[in-house]
T-cell receptor, first 115, second 113 residues
């Protein structure tokens, strides 16, 4: 089954404790992206990657890091989480428009609370 | 930069009505437009997309229309059913690859039977 898998789905942590949210896709997509969703703000892009070893900042990259060492994985790293990073996070992947539809496939989301 | 916004945060319709959700964008260079549906507790799901060289695209009960002059695009749902109740997000991209999508804030569609 084609899917994007995120882990953990739920996490409560404390300020400053490094954490990683993993994301894996099994569709051989080149493009992967992380979004955060906050009430009244919709979906905002954090980072994206157009291929292995290629990453770029989205609209709200501060406080986050990513890596793309393999095509299928795109982890989101919070080196020193703060309460304003409490949010619902989505990983997504797609073919690029010139190879496919550009349709983004989203994971189920990871709800992060930073105390 | 690009701003993408929905005209209404909520829309309530009766079962069987036609629904229209409108979305405005600011960057005239935007050339790829897409609609997503998000059900409670789930990630957004693709509904339909359209490129700037097309005015309308249909997929069964769903259609998207694009007005480049007015810089807005609309989602049309024919004979809306209760299972269409969800949050709908529009998004636009100036990127030929469809990356760096800018999302609107979402419209909550409520369908009552």
């Amino acid at each position: 089954e084609a899917q994007v898998t995120q882990n953990p789905r739920y996490l409560i942590t404390v300020t400053g404790k490094k954490l990683t949210v993993t994301c894996s896709q099994n569709m051989n997509h080149e493009y992967m992206s992380w979004y955060r969703q906050d009430p009244g703000l919709g979906l905002r892009q954090i980072y994206y990657s157009m291929n292995v070893e290629v990453t770029d900042k989205g609209d709200v990259p501060e406080g986050y890091k990513v890596s793309r060492k393999e095509k299928r994985n795109f982890p989101l790293i919070l080196e020193s989480p703060s309460p304003n990073q409490t949010s619902l996070y989505f990983c997504a992947s797609s073919d690029l428009l010139w190879t496919g539809t550009g349709e983004l496939f989203f994971g189920e989301g990871s709800r992060l609370t930073v105390l | 930069g690009e701003n993408v916004g929905l005209h209404l945060p909520t829309l309530s319709v009766q079962e069987g009505d036609n629904s229209i959700i409108n979305c405005a964008y600011s960057n005239s260079a935007s050339d790829y437009f897409i609609w997503y549906k998000q059900e409670s507790g789930k990630g957004p799901q693709f509904i339909i997309d359209i490129r700037s060289n097309v005015g309308e695209k249909k997929d069964q009960r769903i259609a998207v229309t694009l007005n480049k002059t007015a810089k807005h695009f609309s989602l049309h749902i024919t004979e809306t059913q209760p299972e269409y109740s969800a949050v709908y997000f529009c998004a636009a991209s100036i990127d030929q690859a469809g990356t760096a999508l800018i999302f609107g804030k979402g419209t909550t569609l409520s369908v009552s039977s």
